[in-house]
């Protein structure tokens, strides 16, 4: 059974950082496309960005563009979230997703992030 388990999620003051990562097992890591995706309390779930197999292709949702950064370590079966300037709507629950012909076939537990004063 493929897992991902996500960790460094947090509560985080306005302007902010924090690092989700997230662990890989069970498949190969390295030959997929990755994904962080989010959820808001209250709202669906919201893509924030992708990045391909060899991280050589990435992309972002607008919403998040200049202030996250998506990358991974194929030799660590890990994938990172590097956020910035954070907000209080950045605030949500953040899912890795591993990437499946356009859609995902396996996500993690998801990580909490709090953006509050």
């Known amino acids: 059974e493929v897992q991902l388990v996500e960790s460094g999620g947090g509560l985080v003051q306005p302007g902010g950082l924090l690092r989700p990562s997230c662990s890989a097992s069970v498949f190969t890591f390295s030959t997929y496309a990755m994904s962080w995706v989010r959820q808001a309390p209250g709202k669906g779930l919201e893509w924030v960005s992708s990045i391909n197999s060899g991280g050589g292709s990435i992309s972002y949702a607008d919403s998040v563009k200049g202030r996250f950064t998506i990358s991974r370590d194929n030799a660590k079966n890990t994938l990172y979230l590097q956020m910035n300037s954070l907000k209080p709507e950045d605030t949500a629950v953040y899912y890795c997703?591993?990437?499946?012909?356009?859609?995902?076939?396996?996500w993690g537990q998801g990580t909490q992030v709090t953006v509050s004063s």
């Open positions: 997703a591993k990437n499946e012909e356009g859609d995902y076939d396996y």
